[in-house]
C-alpha cells in the first residue's frame, strides 16, 4: 500500500496552489491585502500533501481551496501558507 | 465619551519587584497590627495609615493631599522579621535550586555546554519570542544541569533538594530555610538567568523570597461600617494583621534568643500566614478562616474563577436600567408584548433630552410629580429624576415637583418611568441563541410578576416552575431603533437554526385546534359567539342550520384567524406521525390541510400546522405577509384556541389508560412468551448451538436477539392497549395532534414499560456477575438483566423499579454532563466569534478586517430565510401560483 494521501480523501476538499503570476490578480479580485487572508499552517497535511506534488512550498503562498456545497455547487476559498503553527 | 485614542499599548513587561523597589514605592513602614484608636482615627504607621490613602470622606491623603475620590491610593510596605518563600514561584524556586550549584551558584552545565546553549537562547530575545518556545528550551537545559551531581565549576558534590509541598524544601530530610534560599538565588551569576527564562536586570531569582512585603493601598481593602456602628475590616488587611502580629513576635524571640525550636515555629507561622495572604487556597494548608468560619478571600480568590475580578466584574458587570422577576403565563398578551409590575416600572426609567419642541409637554410631566395616576387609579408614568445640564441629579418628590417643572429648559434630561408600549429587551438564561433576548413593547400590569404570551416560551425555553427573566430598559434613539427593527419577537420567529418557525402554538393551543377541526365539529351559536369575542373579527362565517338551530363548522372558525389569499396544502402531523399506515390515511379531509384564499376547506390542524418548529402555516404566513402579519396571526390563533378549549373543556387522568381485562391478560401472555423466548435463547446459547450474526460474536448476538424480542413484545403491547385507545381519549389527542408525549409513553402507562438499558445494553452491572443478589450469580435471564413486565399504571414491583432506576439515572447522568460540556463549549464559541462582523460584502471580518469568510457561509444564504436549509419550497410556490392564477 502507497502512502495516503490525505488529499484524495473524500472528506478533504481540493487544495491548489496559486502560481506565483496569478497573486495580484487574485488579491484584486477579492479586494484584500495578502496579509489579511486566512492562514493555513505549513505543517498542515494538506499542504505537505502539495509539497509531494509541487517541491517545498514558500510561506506566503497562495492556496485555493475548492469546497462542495450543498447551496452553490461549489465555493471557492483562499488561505496563505505561515510558518506559524496552530494549537 | 471624549473618544479616540489617547494611549496605545507598546509592549508589556513582567518583572518582580524588588525589595528595594517595594520600599521605594511603599509611603509608609507598617509597624504596628493596629488599625483605628479609640476616637476611630487612623494609628500611625498602622495598617489603615493615612499614607495609604483615605476612604472616609473629611480626611485628607497624608501622600498626596487628596480627599475621598481624589486620592489613588498609595503602597505601604511591613519589614519582615525573617524571609519567606513566595507561593507563587515555588515551580522556579525548585527549578533553580535543581538546576544550580549548592556551592558556587553557578549552572550545572560545563562550560562548553553554556556556550553552546547562549548562542540558541541568544537567536531568540527573551522579549519578543514566543513565551512557550522560551519555556520548552528553558525546560530542557535545567533538566539536563539538575541531573548532574558534580558541579562542572566547583567540584562539589550536590544533594537532591525534595519539595515537600506547598512551600518547604528539604535536602536529605533537613530543611533548607528561605533564608539560605534567598542565599544560594544570590549566588547564581546574572548571565546564567538566561537559561531560566530570568530578564537579570528586571528579575533576580532572590526576590522570589520575599524580604519586605508591599501593603496595598486602603482602596484595595477598605472597612465597612455595620449598622451596628461597628467597624468591619477587610479580609486582606485581617491577613496583612496577622503578617504584622506574627512578624513582631518572631523579631522579638529571635533577638532575645529563645530556643531554636520555638523561633523555627514563629517562622513557619509566618511563612504560613503570608502564603494564604496570596493564595488562602493553596494545596496542602488549611485555608485561613474569619472568626465566623469562613475561609478568608485573599489575593488569588479575588481574581479567580466565576465569582472573580475577571469574569464577574470586567467580562460581565451589573447593570442598571433592568429588573428580574418570576415570570408567569397571559394568554391575552400578544406575542411581541410583556407585562411589567407597577412596582417595577416605577424604578425603570427612559432618559428624555428636553428640546424646545417638547419643553412643554414635558414640564407638565414633571408636574404630575413620581407616582402619578389617572382619575381610575390606573399607572401612568411619572419622573424620578431630572438631571440639569451640569450632570446633577435631582430628585423629584410629590413636594417638589411643581417647582421643578417649571425650572426645565431644552438642555435638561429628564428621567421618565416606563410607560405602556416603550420598547425593551427581555432575557431567560442561560442565553443559549439570539431568540433568548428579544424585545417586547411594555404593558404595566397588576401584579408582582412579568407576564408574556405562552407561544414564546419555546424560544425562551421558560415554563412558570419559578423561572425567572431579566428585563432591561433601553437607554438611547440607536439601541430603541435597532430593538424594534431587528430585535422584537415577530423578527424572531424564523430560527436561524434550522429555517424555520420557532415560535408557535404549544400543548393547549395545539389540542384546541385539533379538536375545533378534525372531523369539523359544529359548534353552536352561543359558544361560538362567545368564542369569537376574544377576536376581533369583523363579520361571522356562514352558519350551518341543522334542526333549526344556528351551528358553525369548526374549520370555518378556524379559517376566520388565517389572511386573505393563503394557499397551502400539507400533510397533518396525525397521519405523519403514525408509525403504520395511518387509519385517516384514505381519508383527504382528514390527511391533507387544503387551504384557498385564506379559507380551510380540510384537514386536521395540529402541530404540523401551528406547532414551534414544525408549524407549516406560520412559516408560510411568515414567507408571504412578513413578520407583523405572523405575529397578528400567532396572537389570534393563541386567543382562538384559548377560547375553544376553556368553553369545550379538556381533561386527562388516569382512566384514559383503562384497558379490558382481555387486553390486559393478552399483555401478561406475549410478555410471558418473552421471557420463554429469551430463556430458550440462552439455553441455546449454553449448548454452544447459537449461530452467531455475521461479524459478530456469539456473546453480542445472544444480546441483540434477547433485546429484540423484549423491544418486540414492548411494541406488540402497545399495539394492544392502542387498540383500545382511540381518538376519543384525551391522552391520545395529546399525543397523536403533537400537543404532549408520545404515544410510547401510553403504552408505557396503559401497557408494558419493557426493557430498561444503560448504553444501549440490557442492565449487567452491580454484583458480581448479576444486577441483584435476587438473582443467581450468572444468570443472564429477561428479569434478571432488567426488564420490566408490568406497566406504570399497574405499578413496578421492588425488583422492576431497581431496575427502572439503573435506566432512569443514565438519563439524569447524561443531561448533567451535557449541559456543564455544552455550556463551557458555548463560553469558548462565544469568545470566539465575539466581534467578528458581516460587511455589506457579506464578508466575514475580525476587528483587524482578517477574513474569516469571504462569503457569510460560504453561500452568504441567512439561514432564516432559508427554508429549512432549501432554497426554495417548489411545490409550495406552485400550489401558491396555481391558486392565485385561478381566483
Ligand atoms: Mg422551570
Ligand atoms: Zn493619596
Ligand atoms: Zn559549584
Same mark, same amino acid.
Given at each position: ?16 496552489? /496559486? ?69 | ?20 523597589? #517595594? ?9 504596628t497590627?493596629d488599625t483605628y484608636d479609640d476616637d476611630g482615627y487612623p494609628i500611625e504607621?498602622g495598617?489603615m ?7 472616609e ?49 553557578? #549552572? ?106 508591599? /501593603? ?7 472597612s465597612?461600617t455595620?449598622?451596628?456602628g461597628e467597624r ?86 451589573? /447593570? ?103 420598547? /425593551? ?184 400546522? #401551528? ?140 401497557? &408494558? ?49 431497581? &431496575? ?84
Open positions: 500500500m502507497g502512502k495516503f494521501n490525505v488529499l484524495q480523501h473524500d472528506l478533504v476538499p481540493e487544495h491548489h496552489v /496559486v502560481p506565483k503570476s496569478e497573486e495580484d490578480k487574485v488579491l484584486k479580485e477579492l479586494e484584500i491585502a495578502k496579509d489579511l487572508l486566512p492562514k493555513i499552517s505549513r505543517s498542515d497535511p494538506a499542504i505537505k500533501a502539495l509539497e509531494e506534488i509541487h517541491g517545498p512550498l514558500d510561506t506566503g503562498t497562495i492556496i485555493r481551496i475548492v469546497r462542495r456545497s450543498p447551496t452553490m455547487g461549489y465555493s471557492t476559498y483562499y488561505r496563505v501558507i505561515t510558518s506559524e503553527v496552530f494549537k | 465619551m471624549t473618544g479616540g485614542i489617547s494611549k496605545r499599548i507598546y509592549k508589556i513587561q513582567f518583572a518582580l519587584l524588588s525589595p528595594e523597589e #517595594i520600599r521605594k514605592m511603599s509611603q509608609v513602614k507598617v509597624i497590627a504607621r495598617l495609615d493615612l499614607h495609604m490613602g483615605v476612604i470622606p473629611g480626611l485628607k491623603c497624608a501622600t498626596c493631599g487628596g480627599k475621598v475620590d481624589e486620592c489613588p491610593g498609595h503602597f505601604g510596605h511591613i519589614e519582615l522579621a525573617m524571609p519567606v518563600v513566595h507561593i507563587g514561584f515555588i515551580k522556579e524556586l525548585k527549578t533553580l535550586l535543581d538546576a544550580t550549584c549548592k556551592a558556587c551558584g553557578k #549552572i550545572k552545565l560545563t562550560d562548553d555546554e553554556i556556550r553552546s546553549y547562549r548562542e540558541k537562547f541568544d537567536q531568540l530575545s527573551l522579549s519578543t519570542s514566543d513565551p512557550e518556545i522560551i519555556g520548552l528550551m528553558s525546560k530542557k537545559v535545567t533538566d539536563e544541569a539538575s541531573q548532574r551531581m558534580v558541579c562542572p565549576h566547583c567540584g562539589t558534590q550536590q544533594t537532591k533538594i525534595i519539595l515537600d509541598k506547598p512551600t518547604t524544601f528539604r535536602e536529605e530530610g533537613i530543611k533548607v530555610t528561605p533564608k539560605e534560599i534567598r542565599e544560594r538565588m544570590e549566588r547564581i551569576p546574572d548571565d546564567h538567568l538566561v537559561f531560566f527564562g530570568l530578564n537579570s536586570e528586571v528579575a533576580r531569582p532572590e526576590w522570589m523570597v520575599l524580604t519586605v512585603l508591599p /501593603v496595598p493601598p486602603i482602596n484595595v481593602r477598605p465597612i455595620l449598622e451596628t468591619s475590616e477587610d479580609d486582606l488587611t485581617h491577613k496583612l494583621v496577622d503578617i504584622i502580629r506574627i512578624s513582631q513576635r518572631l523579631r522579638e524571640s529571635r533577638d532575645n534568643g529563645s530556643p531554636q525550636l520555638i523561633i523555627e515555629d514563629l517562622w513557619d507561622l509566618l511563612q504560613f500566614h503570608v502564603t494564604t495572604y496570596f493564595d488562602n487556597q493553596t494545596a496542602g494548608i488549611p485555608p485561613a478562616r474569619h472568626r465566623s468560619g469562613r475561609a478568608l478571600k485573599t489575593l488569588v480568590q479575588r481574581l479567580k474563577g466565576k465569582e472573580g475580578r475577571f469574569r464577574s466584574n470586567l467580562s460581565g458587570k451589573r /447593570v442598571n436600567f433592568s429588573a428580574r422577576t418570576v415570570i408567569s403565563p397571559e394568554p391575552f398578551l400578544s406575542i411581541n408584548e410583556v407585562g411589567v409590575p407597577e412596582k417595577a416600572a416605577r424604578e425603570l426609567t427612559v432618559p428624555v433630552t428636553v428640546n424646545v419642541f417638547n419643553v412643554e409637554s414635558i414640564r407638565e410631566f414633571v408636574k404630575r410629580g413620581p407616582e402619578p395616576r389617572d382619575e381610575f387609579g390606573k399607572y401612568l408614568a411619572g419622573v424620578n429624576y431630572i438631571i440639569r445640564p451640569d450632570g446633577r441629579r435631582i430628585k423629584l418628590t410629590a413636594q417638589n415637583a411643581e417647582e421643578n417643572s417649571k425650572r426645565i429648559e431644552p438642555g435638561w434630561v429628564v428621567e421618565r418611568q416606563l410607560t405602556e408600549g416603550d420598547i /425593551v429587551l427581555f432575557n431567560r438564561q442561560p442565553s443559549l441563541h439570539r431568540m433568548s433576548m428579544m424585545g417586547h413593547t411594555v404593558r404595566i400590569l397588576d401584579g408582582q410578576t412579568f407576564r408574556f404570551n405562552l407561544a414564546v416560551c419555546t424560544p425562551y425555553n421558560a415554563d412558570f416552575d419559578g423561572d425567572e427573566m431579566n428585563l432591561h430598559i433601553i437607554q438611547k434613539e440607536e439601541a430603541r431603533a435597532e430593538a424594534r427593527i431587528i430585535m422584537k419577537v415577530q423578527e424572531q420567529i424564523m430560527s436561524p437554526r434550522f429555517g424555520g418557525p420557532i415560535i408557535g402554538g404549544i400543548h393547549d393551543h395545539i389540542t384546541s385546534l385539533f379538536l375545533l377541526t378534525h372531523n369539523n365539529p359544529l359548534i353552536p351559536e352561543d359558544e361560538t359567539v362567545h368564542i369569537l369575542s376574544y377576536l376581533d373579527i369583523e363579520s361571522m362565517p356562514e352558519p350551518v342550520i341543522q334542526d333549526g338551530k344556528k351551528f358553525y363548522a369548526g374549520r370555518d372558525i378556524f379559517s376566520l384567524i388565517l389572511p386573505k389569499g393563503l394557499n397551502l396544502q400539507f400533510t397533518s402531523k396525525l397521519c405523519t406521525g403514525a408509525k403504520e399506515k395511518c387509519e385517516y390515511e384514505n381519508d383527504p379531509a382528514d390527511k391533507l390541510v387544503y387551504i384557498v384564499d385564506g379559507k380551510m376547506l380540510h384537514g386536521t390542524i395540529d402541530e404540523a400546522a #401551528i406547532g414551534s418548529f414544525s408549524g407549516e402555516i406560520i412559516d408560510k404566513i411568515f414567507r408571504k405577509y412578513g413578520p407583523a402579519e405572523t405575529a397578528r396571526f400567532i396572537d389570534r390563533m393563541t386567543r382562538l384556541a384559548v377560547g375553544f378549549i376553556s368553553v369545550r373543556g379538556f381533561s386527562t387522568g388516569i382512566s384514559d389508560y383503562d384497558i379490558p381485562e382481555s387486553a390486559i391478560s393478552r399483555i401478561a401472555e406475549i410478555s410471558a412468551q418473552a421471557i420463554d423466548r429469551a430463556t430458550k435463547l440462552i439455553e441455546t446459547y449454553r449448548q454452544g448451538q447459537l449461530q452467531p450474526a455475521p461479524g459478530r460474536s456469539v456473546e453480542d448476538t445472544l444480546e441483540i436477539e434477547i433485546l429484540s424480542t423484549t423491544g418486540m413484545v414492548r411494541d406488540e403491547s402497545g399495539k394492544i392497549a392502542s387498540a383500545y385507545l382511540g381518538l376519543n381519549n384525551p391522552s391520545v389527542i395529546m399525543a397523536r395532534s403533537g400537543a404532549r408525549a408520545k404515544m410510547l409513553n401510553i403504552s408505557e402507562v396503559a401497557g &408494558m414499560v419493557g426493557q430498561q438499558s444503560v448504553r444501549g445494553g440490557r442492565l449487567n452491572r452491580g454484583y458480581y456477575g448479576r444486577t441483584l443478589p435476587h438473582f443467581k450469580v450468572n444468570d443472564i435471564g429477561a428479569l434478571a438483566r432488567g426488564f420490566v413486565q408490568s406497566s406504570y399504571k399497574e405499578g413496578l414491583n421492588p425488583l422492576e423499579y431497581f &431496575m427502572h432506576s439503573i435506566g432512569g439515572r443514565e438519563g439524569l447522568v447524561d443531561i448533567a454532563v451535557r449541559t456543564s460540556r455544552s455550556g463551557y463549549m458555548q463560553r469558548r464559541l462565544i469568545n470566539a466569534f465575539e466581534d467578528l462582523k458581516v460587511d455589506d460584502d457579506l464578508r466575514v471580518q475580525d476587528t483587524i478586517g482578517a477574513v474569516i469568510q469571504f462569503k457569510y457561509g460560504e453561500d452568504g444564504v441567512d439561514p432564516t430565510r432559508s427554508d429549512r436549509g432549501e432554497t426554495v419550497d417548489v411545490d409550495y410556490n406552485a400550489f401558491d401560483l396555481e391558486q392565485e392564477a385561478e381566483q
